[in-house]
């Protein structure tokens, strides 16, 4: 059974800075990319950024540069680093892996950015 437990996340101040972290278990997780998306309201899921078993990381452009995702195979957790938060980066954040191909996605966790 795969699990994606979240934590983080919140409400923060436009330029602040948040953290979220994803544990996953059920993979073998140091031969897994991970993956963040979002959600806004009213909007469809978007990608964030993406790190795969080798610590190469990509990211979307709307968050290059104030973004990054990282990884801890020792904890089985991947990272969420977001700094100069903006109000349009409100939205409700999600952690991906595939198992072969299907798709796990954890609980999901609103971040909420104020102006």
């Known amino acids: 059974q795969v699990q994606l437990v979240e934590s983080g996340g919140g409400l923060v101040q436009a330029g602040g800075s948040l953290r979220r972290s994803c544990t996953a278990s059920?993979?073998?997780?140091?031969?897994?990319?991970m993956s963040w998306y979002r959600q806004a309201p009213g909007k469809q899921r978007e990608f964030v950024a993406k790190i795969t078993s080798g610590g190469s990381t990509n990211d979307a452009d709307s968050v290059k540069g104030r973004f990054t995702i990282s990884r801890d195979n020792a904890k089985n957790t991947v990272y969420l680093q977001m700094n100069s938060l903006k109000p349009e980066d409100t939205a409700v954040y999600y952690c991906?892996?595939?198992?072969?191909?299907?798709?796990?996605w954890g609980q999901g966790t609103q971040v909420t950015v104020s102006s």
């Open positions: 991906n892996t595939l198992k072969g191909w299907q798709p796990y």
């Open positions: 059920g993979i073998i997780f140091r031969i897994n990319a």
